[in-house]
């Protein structure tokens, strides 16, 4: 069964400085996607970056980076550069084909940027 | 539309009574799913949609939900005699059935029972 891990409930980070959100995946298939998305207060779901279980070189997207550690089935988000816009809820999540390629969403790390 | 459309995006009802909500997915996704959201909280998965089958209902909370899904396309999701801790946002998303699509969201129903 899949089980998506994140066990910081919640980060503040200065202005301007690098975050780093956990993240840890199980799953026995060898195909699956790790996906980050941001919920803003507003409510929006808003994807971020994904990685590939066969994707050799870790994602990045902008300011977005995702620390990809195969082996220990870790999928880090890394923020650098936080803006006070970054101030929200992050979702990591997980597809594959064992569960019929549901997303599972782990329990989320809120985000606060302090200026 | 070029997004997940969601309606109502908010609805207010009397304990009891019967709501239905509606989504929209991207036209050409075949893979549609509900999730629930209660304030602050993660998304807890409800029902995931295949075509118009329902492969996986195993996270709606009792039988008073119900989901379908018609032409492949628009699903309704009914709660029959709300109660107030169903009180939530109800997100839907749709895809593309493969472990490295991404789904998109709708803007979700602010569900309030009073």
């Known amino acids: 069964a899949q089980k998506i891990t994140q066990t910081q409930p919640g980060m503040f980070v200065q202005e301007k400085e690098a975050v780093t959100l956990d993240c840890t995946y199980d799953?026995?298939?060898?195909?699956?996607?790790l996906f980050w998305y941001k919920q803003p207060s507003s409510g929006e779901m808003i994807f971020l970056i994904y990685?590939?279980?066969?994707?050799?070189q870790n994602a990045t997207e902008g300011r977005y980076s995702l620390n990809f550690q195969k082996a220990r089935k870790s999928a880090n988000l890394v923020i650098s550069a936080s803006q006070l816009g970054d101030s929200a809820m992050y979702f990591c999540?997980?597809?594959?084909?064992?569960?019929?390629?549901?997303?599972?969403f782990g329990a989320g790390t809120t985000v606060t940027v302090r200026a | 539309g070029a997004g997940v459309s969601q309606s109502p995006s908010n609805k207010v009802t009397e304990k009891g009574k019967d709501v239905e909500l509606r989504c929209d997915p991207i036209s050409g996704h075949t893979a549609l799913y509900w999730y629930r959201q209660s304030l602050g909280q993660g998304l807890e998965f409800l029902i995931y949609f295949q075509g118009n089958s329902a492969p996986d209902k195993s996270g709606l909370p009792s039988d008073r939900f119900s989901a379908e899904r018609t032409g492949g396309s628009v699903s309704t999701l009914t709660i029959q005699r709300t109660q107030q801790e169903d009180s939530a946002v109800y997100l839907c998303?749709?895809?593309?059935?493969?472990?490295?699509?991404?789904?998109?969201f709708g803007s979700g129903t602010q569900l309030s029972v009073l």
């Open positions: 799953t026995s298939d060898p195909s699956y996607g």
């Open positions: 998303a749709s895809s593309y059935r493969n472990f490295n699509e991404k789904l998109f």
């Open positions: 999540a997980m597809r594959d084909r064992s569960n019929d390629y549901k997303l599972s």
């Open positions: 990685q590939g279980s066969y994707d050799q």
